[in-house]
């Protein structure tokens, strides 16, 4: 499957605990976006990031939440001491960079007991 | 506030019918996307356009940057078309940051 990987594609955790969701870009593309869906609201963009570095993170929580792209491996969200409205759908998606369409994954479904 | 109008936010359709969505937006953008998602699934991109009309299949996409709209249709619209479809927006020179609509729900009945 050459399209972009999300892990895992549900996650179950308890309030405090942390949440790592990962993200494997398509082949070939350098950049990845991060975007959550809360029940019945529309997606919202969290974080943009080429490898190494974060290009924009105005949609991300300024507490609990991190990204990174590292230079080898999937792109990571972290979430610490999560709550119970941190239960959402989290989207990963990848472009070669540029004005290209961006590829989305299956998503992670994030529940919070 | 940068915002991103659906309508209608539910749409049933009989199978063959002909099928319109709109998306308005409120300023200047450097492109438009078109996505998919269907119950429980994930997100297929269909369109990206920043002009003109796109057609792929039975989907068309138009926009038009004057009147700050595009229209999603669906021709000869079948039962597997049911998902909910996503307007979403790079305004200005924005490269990553989409905002999206609250999409439309459509339910196409055999």
């Known amino acids: 499957n050459a399209g972009v990987m999300q892990n895992p594609r549900h996650l179950v955790r308890r309030r405090g605990q942390e949440a790592r969701l990962r993200c494997s870009p398509m082949k070939g593309h350098s950049h990845v976006y991060w975007y959550r869906q809360l029940p019945e609201e529309g997606l919202k963009f969290m974080v943009y990031?080429?490898?190494?570095?974060?290009?924009?993170e105005s949609g991300m929580p300024k507490e609990r939440f991190s990204a990174e792209f590292p230079k080898e491996g999937p792109s990571i969200l972290r979430i610490q001491q999560v709550v119970r409205g941190d239960s959402a759908a989290y989207f990963c998606a990848s472009s070669p960079g540029g004005f290209q369409p961006q590829h989305f994954g299956d998503g992670t479904r994030l529940s919070i007991l | 506030k940068n915002e991103v109008e659906q309508s209608p936010q539910n749409l049933t359709a009989q199978e063959g019918e002909f099928i319109t969505i709109n998306c308005s937006y409120s300023?200047?953008?450097?492109?438009l996307h078109w996505l998919q998602q269907h119950p429980g699934g994930g997100i297929v991109s269909l369109f990206m356009?920043?002009?003109g009309k796109k057609k792929h299949g039975r989907l068309i996409a138009t926009i038009n940057i004057q009147e700050k709209h595009s229209s999603l249709h669906i021709t000869a619209s079948h039962p597997r078309d049911s998902a909910v479809y996503i307007c979403?927006?790079?305004?200005?020179?924005?490269?990553?940051?989409?905002?999206f609509g609250k999409g439309t729900k459509l339910s196409v009945k055999p």
């Open positions: 979403a927006v790079n305004y200005g020179g924005s490269q990553g940051n989409l905002i």
């Open positions: 300023v200047g953008i450097s492109a």
């Open positions: 356009l920043s002009s």
């Open positions: 990031l080429q490898k190494e570095n974060i290009i924009d």
